[in-house]
């Protein structure tokens, strides 16, 4: 026996010792015995129990960081391979998590329901109890995936489109949202972990909004992990494709009065971005948790060089075009890391003759929040 085959054949025995495959059971094709039957999540009040078959498993964890419970949540062993945790009471609304099992993190496997963001997907548990976003009885809209051509980028893209109903049997012209998302997440974050869609057909329904659509695009141009100071695309893709594909594509009424845009953190960045120099072309702006990014010094971070945000933006802070803004509305919590930015921008925006509205809220940077800034947000346009 060669010295490499008699490593193989002991590397063999060394991987069969220390991980024994489980005995095949008949009738099963040799995929070893079945798991339990159990459920996961499973939604009972305002608390939840999350439950993993890792019968070899040493550690699990629950990653869910909008939960707001103290410390990390530890699940528990059963005798039959199951671990489970109790969580609660937990506020209503969607919430995103994975299990971390020895240090892997994994989607659950008993839970279709997912949400994306960026770069990773993330199981999906819904706590029933909130009159802005449990579905309800009422006329139901649609929200669709549609893929478009970039010419900025010079590749396809993909955008979530949110109609009312009746649009389809209808031939009325409607207002255009645009509401853009964060740095954690992708287009389709708003209809899932945000319940945009349901939000918006609960507030029509009610009559306390104005039937609209709303477009929801991808605000990441790369997977990349983009620096401060790094060239960003999307503003010039949003004017350039998406602004021009919608209103080419869709009924909207395409004028100032009928636009509105507001986005949460990254996309309230980019909302600044992409509606100061166009201010003539939005009547409604909205900024969650967010703000001008680099506009208030932080340790540790270099500060920009060069003309600061409002140096480069004089012409259009003092444009008398900012009369024909309706409603600059600004909301971050009291925990989050960017409220003093929201605050210095706000104090700018009045410098130079703004009258952005400033709400502060509870919790940080939290979708709990970014669900009721949309439920306020909305009512106040057309």
Do not use: C
Request: no cysteine; hydrophobic share 40%; net charge neutral.
């Amino acid at each position: 026996m060669t010295r490499l085959a008699l490593f193989a054949l002991v590397s063999s025995a060394l991987l069969s010792a220390q991980s024994p495959a489980p005995p095949a059971q008949p009738g099963r094709g040799g995929r070893g015995p079945q798991a339990p039957a159990f459920e996961s999540p499973e939604v009972q009040g305002d608390h939840v129990t999350f439950r993993l078959y890792a019968p070899h498993a040493q550690a699990v964890r629950l990653n869910a960081g909008d939960i707001q419970v103290k410390g990390p949540i530890e699940l528990t062993k059963a005798e039959n391979g199951v671990w489970e945790a109790v969580v609660g009471p937990i506020v209503p609304g969607a919430y995103r998590y994975t299990f971390n099992v020895d240090g892997l993190a994994v989607v659950d496997p008993r839970n279709p329901s997912t949400s994306e963001s960026n770069n990773n997907s993330w199981s999906l548990v819904y706590v029933p109890g909130s009159d802005l976003m449990d579905t309800k009885e009422v006329p139901h809209g649609a929200v669709a995936a549609v893929n478009y051509y970039s010419t900025v980028l010079k590749r396809m893209r993909r955008m979530h489109v949110y109609t009312p109903a009746g649009y389809e049997t209808s031939q009325a012209k409607l207002p255009v949202f645009y509401l853009l998302h964060g740095a954690g997440d992708s287009d389709e974050s708003w209809s899932s972990v945000g319940r945009a869609g349901i939000i918006m057909d609960n507030l029509i329904a009610a009559k306390k909004a104005k039937p609209m659509i709303v477009v929801m695009p991808a605000g990441h141009t790369s997977h990349a992990n983009r620096g401060r100071g790094a060239q960003d695309e999307f503003p010039q893709e949003f004017s350039t494709d998406i602004l021009p594909y919608v209103e080419q594509h869709y009924r909207v009424i395409a004028d100032r009065n009928h636009r509105a845009i507001a986005g949460l953190s990254m996309g309230g960045g980019h909302t600044l971005s992409i509606a100061i120099p166009h201010i003539d072309q939005y009547a409604y702006i909205g900024v969650f948790s967010s703000g001008v990014f680099g506009i208030v010094p932080r340790e540790g971070v270099p500060a920009p060089q060069g003309p600061s945000w409002e140096e480069q933006h004089k012409a259009e802070l003092d444009s008398p075009a900012k009369k024909g803004v309706k409603l600059f509305w600004f909301a971050t919590g009291k925990e989050d890391g960017l409220l003093s930015t929201t605050q210095a921008t706000v104090d700018v925006l009045k410098k130079h003759g703004f009258e952005p509205v400033f709400k502060e809220s509870p919790l940080g940077h939290v979708w709990i929040n970014w669900r009721d800034y949309l439920g306020e947000f909305a009512p106040q346009l057309f």
